[in-house]
């Protein structure tokens, strides 16, 4: 079965420091695609990346960055020189890649950044 | 702008009551997706849908229904058989099996017991 383990519970830091959350997933298909939302205060949930298991290679997006290993069946996510506006809760998802499937998600239990002024 | 809308925000259900908790996306989407997130947990799926007059359950479906008779609507009523439906319930939507494409979410609806 498919899982996915975002150990940190909540996180909090002070406005400008880097910060690492961190997403382990158990998957027995070959194929598959990781995700990363945000779900701000307001409730909804914010795409912010997605990866395929054939693509190993790290990604950056302005402060964001994402290491993907799959020997360690890890997808870490990390904001550099964090804001205010960061907090949130982050949600890492996993799901299969059966094409003609629907896309369902197996979802993280979130981890609650709250960045401090 | 294209999106999907879940209305009410808030929602109050008396003891033995059914309530529908609407979703309607205008993004051209096949597929869509009902949720459920409690305090401190991810997010569970109830239903699915991926094209009209068709539906799928997911993780926790008892205790709720859903139809989707338009490709734009996806209706969740949750039924008094739901003991414990006090949670926040999310809508979602993507394009279809064609990949793995990214789910785009409505902005929830709080489910409370009075």
């Known amino acids: 079965a498919q899982k996915v383990t975002q150990a940190q519970t909540e996180i909090s830091v002070v406005e400008k420091e880097d910060v690492t959350l961190d997403c382990v997933y158990e998957?027995?298909?070959?194929?598959?695609?990781l995700f990363w939302y945000k779900q701000p205060p307001s409730g909804e949930l914010v795409f912010l990346i997605r990866?395929?298991?054939?693509?190993?290679q790290n990604e950056i997006s302005g402060r964001y960055s994402w290491n993907f290993q799959k020997s360690t069946s890890s997808f870490n996510f990390t904001i550099t020189a964090s804001q205010v506006v960061d907090s949130a809760v982050y949600f890492c998802?996993?799901?299969?890649?059966?094409?003609?499937?629907?896309?369902?998600?197996?979802f993280g239990k979130g981890t609650k950044l709250t960045v401090n002024p | 702008d294209g999106g999907i809308t879940q209305s009410p925000k808030y929602l109050f259900r008396k003891e033995g009551q059914n309530v529908t908790l609407s979703c309607e996306q205008n993004l051209n989407h096949d597929a869509m997706y009902w949720y459920r997130q409690d305090p401190g947990q991810g997010l569970r799926l109830i239903y699915y849908s991926q094209i009209v007059n068709d539906f799928q359950k997911g993780d926790i479906a008892e205790g709720y229904s859903v139809s989707r008779e338009k490709k734009e609507s996806f209706p969740l009523t949750v039924t008094s058989a739901q003991k414990n439906p006090t949670a926040f319930y999310l809508c979602?939507?993507?394009?279809?099996?064609?990949?793995?494409?990214?789910?785009?979410f409505g902005d929830g609806t709080r489910l409370s017991i009075l």
């Open positions: 979602a939507s993507s394009p279809g099996p064609r990949g793995n494409q990214p789910q785009h």
């Open positions: 990866r395929n298991s054939f693509d190993e």
């Open positions: 998802a996993l799901s299969e890649a059966t094409y003609g499937a629907s896309e369902k998600l197996v």
């Open positions: 998957t027995r298909d070959t194929t598959y695609y």
